[in-house]
Protein backbone atom coordinates (compact mmCIF):
# COMPACT_ATOMS: atom_id res chain seq x y z
CA UNK A 1 0.00 0.00 0.00
CA UNK A 2 1.38 3.36 -0.76
CA UNK A 3 1.14 5.78 1.87
CA UNK A 4 -0.19 9.55 0.94
CA UNK A 5 2.31 11.87 -0.10
CA UNK A 6 0.76 14.66 2.69
CA UNK A 7 1.43 11.47 5.38
CA UNK A 8 5.06 10.79 4.16
CA UNK A 9 5.63 15.12 4.43
CA UNK A 10 4.47 14.88 7.65
CA UNK A 11 6.31 12.42 9.07
CA UNK A 12 9.25 13.64 7.46
CA UNK A 13 8.72 17.25 9.31
CA UNK A 14 8.52 15.35 12.81
CA UNK A 15 11.35 13.47 12.24
CA UNK A 16 13.44 16.42 11.64
CA UNK A 17 12.42 18.48 14.54
CA UNK A 18 15.11 18.54 17.02
CA UNK A 19 14.34 16.30 20.20
CA UNK A 20 16.06 18.28 22.88
CA UNK A 21 15.20 22.30 24.03
CA UNK A 22 18.74 23.16 25.22
CA UNK A 23 21.75 21.14 24.82
CA UNK A 24 24.93 21.69 26.78
CA UNK A 25 27.63 20.04 24.83
CA UNK A 26 31.80 19.65 25.82
CA UNK A 27 31.47 19.77 29.50
CA UNK A 28 33.00 17.82 32.04
CA UNK A 29 29.91 16.12 34.15
CA UNK A 30 30.07 15.66 37.82
CA UNK A 31 27.00 14.00 39.51
CA UNK A 32 27.86 12.40 42.70
CA UNK A 33 24.62 10.70 42.96
CA UNK A 34 25.34 8.29 39.81
CA UNK A 35 29.38 7.97 39.92
CA UNK A 36 29.77 10.44 36.78
CA UNK A 37 33.05 12.39 36.47
CA UNK A 38 33.83 12.78 33.22
CA UNK A 39 33.06 14.39 30.08
CA UNK A 40 29.45 14.34 28.61
CA UNK A 41 26.30 16.09 27.30
CA UNK A 42 23.27 16.81 28.67
CA UNK A 43 20.50 17.36 27.17
CA UNK A 44 17.17 18.92 28.39
CA UNK A 45 13.98 18.88 27.35
CA UNK A 46 10.87 20.82 28.53
CA UNK A 47 11.79 21.01 32.48
CA UNK A 48 13.63 17.58 32.83
CA UNK A 49 16.79 16.07 31.68
CA UNK A 50 15.88 14.51 28.70
CA UNK A 51 19.71 12.71 28.25
CA UNK A 52 23.32 12.44 30.22
CA UNK A 53 25.44 10.87 27.04
CA UNK A 54 29.34 11.30 25.67
CA UNK A 55 28.14 13.01 22.17
CA UNK A 56 25.00 14.47 21.51
CA UNK A 57 24.26 15.62 17.97
CA UNK A 58 23.94 19.24 17.90
CA UNK A 59 21.40 18.87 15.38
CA UNK A 60 18.99 17.17 17.98
CA UNK A 61 18.80 20.30 19.95
CA UNK A 62 17.02 23.71 19.80
CA UNK A 63 19.71 25.92 21.38
CA UNK A 64 23.05 24.57 22.22
CA UNK A 65 25.54 25.64 24.70
CA UNK A 66 29.07 25.55 24.50
CA UNK A 67 30.37 24.74 27.89
CA UNK A 68 33.78 22.75 27.07
CA UNK A 69 36.59 23.59 29.47
CA UNK A 70 33.38 23.85 32.28
CA UNK A 71 31.61 21.44 34.54
CA UNK A 72 28.50 20.84 34.82
CA UNK A 73 26.88 19.81 38.59
CA UNK A 74 23.26 19.27 39.81
CA UNK A 75 21.62 22.40 40.66
CA UNK A 76 23.52 23.61 44.14
CA UNK A 77 21.53 23.11 47.27
CA UNK A 78 21.79 25.91 49.83
CA UNK A 79 20.64 24.89 53.09
CA UNK A 80 21.17 27.01 55.46
CA UNK A 81 20.08 30.44 54.43
CA UNK A 82 17.93 33.24 55.44
CA UNK A 83 14.68 34.18 53.24
CA UNK A 84 11.89 35.74 55.58
CA UNK A 85 12.11 39.69 54.35
CA UNK A 86 9.71 42.33 53.83
CA UNK A 87 8.17 42.29 57.16
CA UNK A 88 9.70 45.29 58.38
CA UNK A 89 10.73 43.31 61.86
CA UNK A 90 14.16 45.52 62.91
CA UNK A 91 17.27 43.46 63.52
CA UNK A 92 15.19 40.14 63.05
CA UNK A 93 15.95 37.26 60.75
CA UNK A 94 11.75 37.10 60.65
CA UNK A 95 12.24 40.20 58.79
CA UNK A 96 15.18 42.80 58.16
CA UNK A 97 18.33 40.40 58.41
CA UNK A 98 16.41 38.35 55.63
CA UNK A 99 17.61 38.84 52.15
CA UNK A 100 15.44 37.92 48.81
CA UNK A 101 17.11 34.27 47.48
CA UNK A 102 16.70 35.37 43.66
CA UNK A 103 19.55 37.78 43.65
CA UNK A 104 22.17 35.67 45.26
CA UNK A 105 21.51 31.78 44.25
CA UNK A 106 21.31 32.11 40.76
CA UNK A 107 24.61 33.45 39.95
CA UNK A 108 26.72 30.94 42.34
CA UNK A 109 24.71 28.00 40.84
CA UNK A 110 22.29 27.34 43.25
CA UNK A 111 18.81 26.80 42.37
CA UNK A 112 17.44 25.38 45.72
CA UNK A 113 17.52 26.97 49.34
CA UNK A 114 16.33 26.30 52.57
CA UNK A 115 15.33 29.05 54.96
CA UNK A 116 17.32 27.47 58.20
CA UNK A 117 14.19 28.65 60.40
CA UNK A 118 13.59 32.28 59.98
CA UNK A 119 9.36 31.52 60.91
CA UNK A 120 7.92 29.36 62.93
CA UNK A 121 4.25 27.64 63.08
CA UNK A 122 2.77 30.86 64.10
CA UNK A 123 4.23 32.96 61.02
CA UNK A 124 5.24 30.59 58.03
CA UNK A 125 2.17 31.18 56.35
CA UNK A 126 2.89 34.58 55.73
CA UNK A 127 6.89 33.67 54.67
CA UNK A 128 5.06 31.14 52.38
CA UNK A 129 2.71 34.27 50.88
CA UNK A 130 5.88 36.78 50.78
CA UNK A 131 8.56 35.16 49.58
CA UNK A 132 8.29 30.98 49.06
CA UNK A 133 5.41 31.19 46.28
CA UNK A 134 6.99 34.43 44.52
CA UNK A 135 10.46 33.05 44.01
CA UNK A 136 12.07 32.16 41.16
CA UNK A 137 14.63 29.89 43.20
CA UNK A 138 13.19 26.43 44.92
CA UNK A 139 12.69 27.58 48.34
CA UNK A 140 12.38 24.85 51.04
CA UNK A 141 12.05 25.52 54.95
CA UNK A 142 13.27 24.64 58.00
CA UNK A 143 10.57 25.28 61.01
CA UNK A 144 11.68 27.25 64.37
CA UNK A 145 10.38 25.81 67.48
CA UNK A 146 10.09 28.82 68.74
CA UNK A 147 6.47 30.32 66.99
CA UNK A 148 7.51 33.17 65.95
CA UNK A 149 10.85 31.97 64.23
CA UNK A 150 13.67 34.31 65.14
CA UNK A 151 11.96 37.50 65.77
CA UNK A 152 15.43 38.42 67.63
CA UNK A 153 17.13 37.65 71.14
CA UNK A 154 14.65 38.18 73.13
CA UNK A 155 11.57 35.79 71.41
CA UNK A 156 13.90 33.33 70.40
CA UNK A 157 14.53 32.59 74.67
CA UNK A 158 11.11 31.56 75.59
CA UNK A 159 10.39 28.66 76.19
CA UNK A 160 6.68 29.43 76.38
CA UNK A 161 6.34 29.84 72.70
CA UNK A 162 8.20 26.34 72.28
CA UNK A 163 5.30 24.10 71.10
CA UNK A 164 6.08 20.52 69.88
CA UNK A 165 2.62 19.75 68.98
CA UNK A 166 2.38 22.79 67.16
CA UNK A 167 5.41 22.98 65.26
CA UNK A 168 4.92 19.50 63.92
CA UNK A 169 1.16 19.97 62.93
CA UNK A 170 2.46 22.72 60.68
CA UNK A 171 5.04 20.89 59.42
CA UNK A 172 2.92 17.97 58.35
CA UNK A 173 0.35 20.54 56.41
CA UNK A 174 3.14 21.46 54.72
CA UNK A 175 4.98 18.86 53.61
CA UNK A 176 5.67 19.98 50.29
CA UNK A 177 8.06 22.96 51.46
CA UNK A 178 9.00 21.90 55.04
CA UNK A 179 12.06 19.87 55.33
CA UNK A 180 13.20 20.06 58.92
CA UNK A 181 12.72 21.45 62.36
CA UNK A 182 15.60 24.34 63.77
CA UNK A 183 16.49 25.33 66.78
CA UNK A 184 18.58 28.40 67.01
CA UNK A 185 20.70 31.14 69.52
CA UNK A 186 18.84 29.67 72.75
CA UNK A 187 21.42 30.95 75.30
CA UNK A 188 20.22 29.21 78.81
CA UNK A 189 20.99 26.07 80.54
CA UNK A 190 18.53 23.83 79.89
CA UNK A 191 18.07 21.49 76.91
CA UNK A 192 14.47 22.64 76.44
CA UNK A 193 14.84 24.04 72.51
CA UNK A 194 16.77 21.34 71.47
CA UNK A 195 14.76 18.48 73.24
CA UNK A 196 11.51 20.73 72.15
CA UNK A 197 12.71 20.60 68.79
CA UNK A 198 13.85 16.88 68.76
CA UNK A 199 10.09 16.10 70.17
CA UNK A 200 8.62 18.02 67.17
CA UNK A 201 11.05 16.53 64.58
CA UNK A 202 10.22 13.03 65.69
CA UNK A 203 6.09 13.46 65.27
CA UNK A 204 6.62 14.82 61.92
CA UNK A 205 9.02 12.46 61.12
CA UNK A 206 11.87 15.08 59.75
CA UNK A 207 15.62 15.70 60.91
CA UNK A 208 16.51 18.76 63.25
CA UNK A 209 19.48 21.16 62.63
CA UNK A 210 20.90 23.07 65.86
CA UNK A 211 22.84 26.41 66.15
CA UNK A 212 24.04 25.75 69.04
CA UNK A 213 24.06 28.30 71.87
CA UNK A 214 26.68 28.97 74.63
CA UNK A 215 27.73 26.03 76.28
CA UNK A 216 27.23 25.64 79.78
CA UNK A 217 28.42 23.05 82.65
CA UNK A 218 24.97 21.13 82.29
CA UNK A 219 24.53 21.60 78.54
CA UNK A 220 27.26 20.99 76.39
CA UNK A 221 28.44 20.73 72.57
CA UNK A 222 29.47 17.00 73.33
CA UNK A 223 26.25 15.94 74.91
CA UNK A 224 24.55 17.47 72.18
CA UNK A 225 26.02 15.69 69.01
CA UNK A 226 26.71 12.36 71.31
CA UNK A 227 23.39 12.56 73.38
CA UNK A 228 20.68 14.66 72.20
CA UNK A 229 21.04 14.62 68.30
CA UNK A 230 19.79 11.72 66.29
CA UNK A 231 21.03 9.49 63.04
CA UNK A 232 20.40 12.26 60.09
CA UNK A 233 20.05 15.01 62.74
CA UNK A 234 22.45 18.17 61.45
CA UNK A 235 25.15 20.65 63.37
CA UNK A 236 25.27 23.50 61.73
CA UNK A 237 28.42 26.41 61.92
CA UNK A 238 31.07 23.15 61.73
CA UNK A 239 33.86 25.64 61.96
CA UNK A 240 32.47 28.38 64.32
CA UNK A 241 29.82 29.80 66.62
CA UNK A 242 30.80 29.46 70.57
CA UNK A 243 32.34 25.98 70.39
CA UNK A 244 35.77 24.80 68.65
CA UNK A 245 36.43 21.44 67.40
CA UNK A 246 39.96 22.05 68.25
CA UNK A 247 41.64 21.47 71.48
CA UNK A 248 44.58 22.69 72.45
CA UNK A 249 47.14 20.28 70.85
CA UNK A 250 45.24 21.38 67.41
CA UNK A 251 43.58 17.77 67.04
CA UNK A 252 39.99 17.32 66.25
CA UNK A 253 38.30 16.44 69.06
CA UNK A 254 37.60 12.74 69.35
CA UNK A 255 33.82 12.61 70.07
CA UNK A 256 33.27 14.38 66.81
CA UNK A 257 34.34 10.80 65.11
CA UNK A 258 32.48 9.35 67.50
CA UNK A 259 29.32 11.65 66.55
CA UNK A 260 29.93 11.11 63.13
CA UNK A 261 29.76 7.05 63.45
CA UNK A 262 26.62 7.50 65.09
CA UNK A 263 25.27 9.39 62.10
CA UNK A 264 25.19 12.88 63.06
CA UNK A 265 25.53 15.52 60.01
CA UNK A 266 28.18 18.69 60.27
CA UNK A 267 27.00 21.36 58.36
CA UNK A 268 29.53 24.43 57.32
CA UNK A 269 26.74 27.47 57.89
CA UNK A 270 29.78 30.10 57.40
CA UNK A 271 27.56 33.08 58.42
CA UNK A 272 28.64 36.82 59.07
CA UNK A 273 30.21 34.96 62.66
CA UNK A 274 30.74 31.12 62.18
CA UNK A 275 33.77 30.46 59.94
CA UNK A 276 37.09 30.49 61.69
CA UNK A 277 40.39 28.86 59.77
CA UNK A 278 42.01 27.99 62.97
CA UNK A 279 39.06 25.24 63.02
CA UNK A 280 38.57 24.63 59.34
CA UNK A 281 42.08 24.47 58.31
CA UNK A 282 43.43 21.96 60.79
CA UNK A 283 40.01 19.70 60.79
CA UNK A 284 39.99 19.34 57.38
CA UNK A 285 43.79 18.37 57.32
CA UNK A 286 42.47 15.67 59.44
CA UNK A 287 40.17 14.49 57.38
CA UNK A 288 37.07 16.09 59.46
CA UNK A 289 35.43 17.50 56.75
CA UNK A 290 31.82 18.85 56.24
CA UNK A 291 29.00 16.28 55.02
CA UNK A 292 27.02 19.63 53.63
CA UNK A 293 28.14 23.27 52.82
CA UNK A 294 25.89 25.67 52.87
CA UNK A 295 26.34 29.52 53.50
CA UNK A 296 24.02 31.13 55.81
CA UNK A 297 23.43 34.20 53.82
CA UNK A 298 21.73 36.85 55.55
CA UNK A 299 22.81 40.84 55.54
CA UNK A 300 25.50 40.30 57.09
CA UNK A 301 27.50 37.62 55.89
CA UNK A 302 26.39 38.77 51.93
CA UNK A 303 29.25 41.25 51.76
CA UNK A 304 31.63 40.28 53.95
CA UNK A 305 33.97 36.72 54.20
CA UNK A 306 31.09 34.82 53.34
CA UNK A 307 29.99 36.55 49.85
CA UNK A 308 27.82 33.79 48.03
CA UNK A 309 27.48 30.26 47.73
CA UNK A 310 30.70 29.38 44.94
CA UNK A 311 33.05 31.48 47.55
CA UNK A 312 31.93 29.20 50.21
CA UNK A 313 32.64 25.73 48.11
CA UNK A 314 36.17 27.27 47.22
CA UNK A 315 37.53 27.93 50.66
CA UNK A 316 36.28 23.99 50.73
CA UNK A 317 37.88 23.30 47.91
CA UNK A 318 40.98 25.28 48.48
CA UNK A 319 41.65 23.56 51.94
CA UNK A 320 41.88 20.49 50.29
CA UNK A 321 38.93 18.74 49.83
CA UNK A 322 38.57 17.39 45.83
CA UNK A 323 36.18 19.23 43.91
CA UNK A 324 33.98 16.27 43.10
CA UNK A 325 33.66 15.86 47.18
CA UNK A 326 33.05 19.84 46.80
CA UNK A 327 30.17 19.37 44.94
CA UNK A 328 28.61 16.34 46.36
CA UNK A 329 28.69 17.85 49.73
CA UNK A 330 26.47 21.25 47.51
CA UNK A 331 23.99 18.87 45.94
CA UNK A 332 23.47 14.95 46.81
CA UNK A 333 24.35 15.13 50.26
CA UNK A 334 22.10 18.47 51.25
CA UNK A 335 19.19 17.05 48.82
CA UNK A 336 19.38 13.99 51.06
CA UNK A 337 19.96 15.44 54.75
CA UNK A 338 17.00 17.55 53.42
CA UNK A 339 14.37 14.40 52.69
CA UNK A 340 14.27 15.63 49.03
CA UNK A 341 15.89 12.61 46.72
CA UNK A 342 14.29 14.01 44.02
CA UNK A 343 17.00 16.88 43.95
CA UNK A 344 20.69 17.29 43.69
CA UNK A 345 21.00 14.90 40.43
CA UNK A 346 20.97 14.40 36.56
CA UNK A 347 19.09 11.70 36.41
CA UNK A 348 17.05 11.28 33.30
CA UNK A 349 13.57 12.54 34.06
CA UNK A 350 14.93 14.51 36.96
CA UNK A 351 13.97 18.47 37.36
CA UNK A 352 16.48 20.11 35.03
CA UNK A 353 18.44 22.23 37.81
CA UNK A 354 21.88 22.48 36.31
CA UNK A 355 25.01 24.67 37.25
CA UNK A 356 28.02 25.16 34.83
CA UNK A 357 30.90 26.09 36.96
CA UNK A 358 33.98 26.98 36.14
CA UNK A 359 37.48 26.35 38.05
CA UNK A 360 40.29 28.91 38.21
CA UNK A 361 43.46 28.09 38.90
CA UNK A 362 45.98 31.18 40.63
CA UNK A 363 45.99 32.71 43.89
CA UNK A 364 43.30 34.04 46.02
CA UNK A 365 42.68 35.34 49.09
CA UNK A 366 39.85 34.01 51.43
CA UNK A 367 38.74 35.62 54.54
CA UNK A 368 37.25 33.89 57.81
CA UNK A 369 34.53 35.80 59.82
CA UNK A 370 37.28 37.86 62.26
CA UNK A 371 38.87 38.71 58.84
CA UNK A 372 42.18 35.98 58.99
CA UNK A 373 43.44 35.64 54.77
CA UNK A 374 43.83 32.33 53.39
CA UNK A 375 45.46 31.97 49.84
CA UNK A 376 44.56 29.65 48.10
CA UNK A 377 44.94 27.99 44.80
CA UNK A 378 41.61 27.39 43.31
CA UNK A 379 38.41 29.59 43.01
CA UNK A 380 34.84 28.85 41.67
CA UNK A 381 33.01 30.80 39.35
CA UNK A 382 29.26 29.74 37.82
CA UNK A 383 29.26 30.77 34.41
CA UNK A 384 25.43 29.63 33.74
CA UNK A 385 22.64 28.23 35.91
CA UNK A 386 19.47 25.96 34.34
CA UNK A 387 16.47 26.45 37.12
CA UNK A 388 13.68 24.05 35.60
CA UNK A 389 14.68 23.69 32.53
CA UNK A 390 15.38 27.73 31.87
CA UNK A 391 18.26 29.55 31.73
CA UNK A 392 18.31 31.78 34.40
CA UNK A 393 22.20 33.02 35.19
CA UNK A 394 24.40 33.21 32.26
CA UNK A 395 27.59 35.32 33.16
CA UNK A 396 29.48 35.19 29.24
CA UNK A 397 26.11 35.19 27.32
CA UNK A 398 27.10 31.39 26.41
CA UNK A 399 23.46 30.76 25.50
CA UNK A 400 22.86 33.84 23.77
CA UNK A 401 23.19 33.94 19.89
CA UNK A 402 26.07 36.43 18.63
CA UNK A 403 24.21 40.23 17.46
CA UNK A 404 24.98 40.32 13.90
CA UNK A 405 23.16 36.72 13.23
CA UNK A 406 20.32 37.42 15.52
CA UNK A 407 19.26 40.28 14.04
CA UNK A 408 19.34 39.14 10.93
CA UNK A 409 17.01 37.34 10.76
CA UNK A 410 13.41 38.23 9.56
CA UNK A 411 11.40 37.72 12.91
CA UNK A 412 14.16 39.34 15.13
CA UNK A 413 14.37 42.83 12.95
CA UNK A 414 13.13 46.01 14.80
CA UNK A 415 10.24 47.87 13.94
CA UNK A 416 10.68 50.77 11.14
CA UNK A 417 12.98 53.51 13.38
CA UNK A 418 11.16 56.61 13.90
CA UNK A 419 13.12 59.97 13.89
Known sequence: MRLAPL?????????????YDLLLKGGHVIDPRNNMNRPMDVAITGNRIARVAP??????????????GLYVTPGLVDIHVHVYATTGQKGAYSGDNSVFPDGFTFRSGVTTVVDAGSSGWRNFADFKDRVIDRSKTRVLAMLNIVGHG??????????????????????KRYPETIVAIKTAHFASPEWVA?????????????????????AFPTRTYR?????????GDISTHLYGGPHSIINDEGKVLPY???????????????????????DAIPSMRQGFTPDTISTDLHIFSMNNAMKDMATTMSKILSMGAPLADVIRMSTVSAATAMKRPELGHLSEGAVADVAVLRVDKGQFGY???????????????CELTV????????????????WQTFYAKPENRRPEKQY
Open 7 to 19: FVLTCAIVAAQPR
Open 55 to 68: SIASSEAKKVVDVK
Open 150 to 171: MGGKAVEQRPVDMDAAATANVA
Open 194 to 214: VDTAVEAAKAANLPVMVDFGP
Open 223 to 231: SLVLEHLRP
Open 256 to 278: LFEARKRGVLFDVGHGGGSFFFN
Open 367 to 381: LDVRNARFTGTQKIT
Open 387 to 402: RNGAVVWDLNGRAGED
